[in-house]
């Protein structure tokens, strides 16, 4: 049950109750039978409370001859979240036998809460206090179960008769009430107003304006994001251990499509040598990406990562991929170059990225010589990535390294190999050097890779121009192409 203030109730034990047992469909909590590595002692009492009737549950638990001790009985507690009327008959007949830790006595009032027996878990509260076993984490449990069943006023409720059960309302409780608040969906707004009514009463912290600024992010509002942020650096000013909210809010304008603002509040942390996590720096590249914002998203990384932040391989390859797809290949490279500085040593995925910008671009010279760094440092381009190449390097008059690809592809066996084939042999026959044709067609058609009716098509149209025995070749080759057709 609720307890109410407004009521005016002097005695808080008499507060009239204000909830009934859960009725909408639960969430399914751990049973015995999910945890194989419960004890034997747990699993008999489990036992006892699915198979025996309510009535003789008393006497079946004494039968098994078990002492309730403290750690039996959490053990228990934990698996009966599904049966709240089992796990009381069982802690009443525990008490019975036993003096309950504050510890089993937590849990209990939590399985309460949580299936929404409120007048039960107020009874228990009141228990506690009688027994001088009340403390903040029984009401931070009260704080979950009230937020979860969609009832944040009762949990506000309850913030303020803390002191009457002699606990403080100190920056902890606070804390746990907002978190518990802004756990549900859009009630960050509400926990706002909580925070508005006690800012002034109770020294609040960083952890406060984090809990606040993530809840905001979470909900894509970004201008109670920045009342939230300047609040807090008025209050609390700039602080290096803030690493939360400044993630929560910084992130909140970069998927508003406030960037420059970002950058803007990520100057100001660089003067107050503050900084945000690597949690922001993923997040906000994951949301620049979306958006294709290459320019922000490479100003955001030099302020960031200049700053200190050491970024991870999966980061770096985020902007990279992102740099590459705008074309802006010497930020890529430089990247690239600083990634072995912060111990994140380049992939094959790094690489594919700028050499495939490389290809877009028809970077001619810097793809020779990139391909040779990438088989250098093992890690190779991918088949797309090779038959792109060919197609762009024999275009780009420069059809060695076309070759070179193509035989690298074959001597490593980089599949499939079909459509860099195909370019490789129309690449050759553009330029009428028809004696390699014929001699790599001929080991495609050994290795069984499908040369196309199309290409076939278009070397006829270039052999049967030429003079001397070239017909002959193309129709010894032709036959060739049919026969592994039907095979």
Wanted: with cysteine; aromatic share 8%.
């Amino acid at each position: 049950m609720a307890e109410n203030p407004k009521m005016g109730v002097k005695n808080p034990s008499k507060i009239p109750p204000s909830s009934s047992p859960r009725s909408r469909n639960s969430p399914r909590f751990p049973l015995h039978l999910d945890l194989p590595d419960i004890s034997p002692a747990a699993k008999t009492i489990c036992e006892v409370l699915v198979r025996v009737s309510r009535n003789e549950v008393d006497g079946a638990l004494l039968a098994t001859g078990l002492a309730p001790s403290p750690e039996l009985v959490q053990e228990v507690l934990r698996v009966s979240y599904n049966s709240p009327s089992s796990a009381i008959k069982f802690f009443r007949w525990a008490r019975q036998l036993a003096k309950q830790s504050a510890y089993s006595w937590n849990l209990m009032i939590d399985l309460l809460g949580k299936n929404e027996l409120f007048e039960e878990m107020w009874n228990g509260i009141r228990t506690m206090r009688q027994e001088k076993i009340l403390s903040l984490p029984t009401f931070v449990s009260v704080f979950g179960s009230y937020c979860s069943a969609g009832r944040s006023k009762e949990a506000r409720m309850t913030f303020e008769v803390m002191d009457r059960y002699e606990v403080e309302k100190d920056v902890v409780a606070v804390n746990s009430l907002l978190s518990a608040i802004c756990s549900e969906e859009n009630q960050t707004s509400e926990a706002w107003e909580f925070f508005e009514k006690h800012k002034e009463k109770i020294p609040l912290d960083g952890e406060s304006f984090a809990i606040l600024l993530e809840g905001w992010e979470k909900e894509g509002n970004v201008e109670k994001a920045k009342v939230t942020f300047d609040e807090m650096v008025k209050r609390v000013g700039w602080n290096p251990e803030n690493v939360s909210s400044y993630d929560a809010f910084l992130i909140t304008l970069v998927r508003g499509g406030r960037s420059e603002d970002a950058i803007k509040v990520l100057l100001k942390l660089k003067k107050n040598r503050c900084l945000p996590g690597l949690k922001f720096l993923s997040n906000a590249l994951d949301s620049l990406i979306q958006q294709n914002d290459a320019n922000h998203a490479i100003l955001l990384w030099d302020i960031v990562v200049g700053s200190g932040l050491v970024p991870n391989l999966i980061v770096y390859n985020a902007i990279i991929g992102l740099l590459s797809e705008n074309s802006k290949i010497d930020d890529s490279f430089r990247l690239l170059d600083s990634m072995v500085f912060h111990g994140a040593f380049p992939n094959s995925l790094t690489y594919n990225l700028i050499f495939s910008s490389l290809i877009k671009n028809k970077k001619v010279k810097e793809v020779s010589q990139f391909f040779r760094e990438m088989v250098k440092n093992e890690c190779p381009p991918t088949p797309s990535s090779c038959a792109a190449a060919i197609t762009m390097l024999f275009d780009g008059y420069d059809p060695e390294t076309a070759i070179d690809i193509w035989n690298y592809m074959d001597e490593n066996h980089i599949e499939p190999m079909d459509t860099s084939a195909n370019a490789l042999l129309i690449g050759l026959c553009n330029l009428n050097r028809l004696t390699e044709v014929r001699r790599f067609a001929d080991d495609m058609i050994d290795q069984r890779i499908d040369i196309l009716e199309s290409t076939m098509k278009l070397l006829k149209n270039c052999f049967y121009q030429q003079r001397g025995n070239f017909r002959e070749n193309y129709d010894g080759l032709l036959r060739r192409w049919r026969a592994s057709s039907i095979l």
